[in-house]
């Protein structure tokens, strides 16, 4: 019987990997740094055998999607920042097991899903950036799910609960992290160098610390009633389906943990960024 052992909300924004690679920014993500740290730590100490990352970069158009390739390897570039993030070199072994097994539960539940193998098929930076670092010596498999930029909250809700039971009928040890932010508003262009650190607007910068205070406080219900409108006014990533989908997996308004707050609450570019891991 498998289990889920660690279940978070974590950041992939580029400036990580220019702290991490370039002389001029060293020190600008320290925090998410130490955080992807603590996230690698939680994983050894969970024993976790496979990542299944929900991937805010790899959007789709219809269905629900699944990169269930026996391994994914490559170089990558990101196409949208590529000034920001190059040379990202990535091995991983995939878990096509487990993929077929949440294809099973989706489709269950009357949801169009796909395992996919194709040997084209690549990974996206919401999956490899946060891996590079928090799986570097863990070596575990993974799994990336795409994010439906046209599915509703609801859809993703019991998209999240199909994952669940798909773990729970696995033979492993099984991380989720919702990969994306919080609000994401891009600054306009000519903004965009000196808001490198900030929040674009106050709104969503104080709508963010609202959400993260309603999860400190472990107001699930609260938080979850805000979700579909949080999503469109703060302008979510993705439409905040990531989130959707870990609260899915999390039990929705019966979740009862709490939060771990591995980097606390930062700009980046416009948006905003944490992250934090949910008790399992
Ligand atoms: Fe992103």
Redesign the pocket.
């Known amino acids: 019987m498998g289990n889920l052992v660690l279940a978070a909300k974590i950041?992939?924004?580029?400036t990580i990997w220019m702290s991490h690679t370039i002389e001029k920014y060293k020190g600008l993500r320290t925090s998410a740094l130490d955080g992807y740290e603590k996230l690698r730590q939680a994983a050894i100490a969970a024993k976790v055998d496979t990542f299944i990352v929900i991937d805010?970069?790899w959007i789709v158009n219809q269905g629900f999607h699944l990169n269930a390739k026996p391994r994914h390897e490559g170089n990558f570039i990101s196409h949208e920042l590529p000034h920001m993030l190059s040379d990202l070199a990535y091995d991983y072994h995939g878990n096509p097991e487990l993929g077929a097994l949440i294809v099973d539960e989706v489709r269950a539940d009357g949801h169009r899903a796909l395992a996919h193998d194709h040997p084209d098929l690549g990974v996206e930076?919401?999956t490899l950036l946060p891996m590079y670092f928090i799986n570097k010596g863990v070596n575990a498999r993974v799994l990336p799910i795409a994010a439906n930029q046209f599915s509703t909250i609801d859809e993703n809700r019991q998209f999240g609960a199909a994952i669940r039971r798909a773990i729970d009928k696995s033979e492993g040890n099984v991380a989720l992290f919702a990969?994306?932010?919080l609000s994401?508003a891009f600054w306009e262009n000519s903004k965009s160098v000196e808001g490198v650190n900030k929040v674009n607007g106050a709104f969503n910068e104080q709508t963010d610390h609202h959400v993260l205070e309603l999860w400190e406080n472990g107001d699930w219900s609260a938080f979850l009633d805000m979700l579909p409108d949080y999503a469109v006014r703060c302008v979510g990533?993705?439409g905040m389906v990531d989130t959707a989908m870990l609260f899915g997996a999390l039990g929705w308004k019966d979740y009862g943990g709490s939060i771990t707050t591995m980097t606390p609450y930062f700009g980046s570019s416009g948006?905003g960024q944490v992250n934090i891991t949910f008790s399992v």
Request: net charge negative; proline share 7%; hydrophobic share 5%.
């Open positions: 950041t992939h924004v580029p805010t970069h930076y919401g990969s994306g932010s994401h990533e993705c948006t």
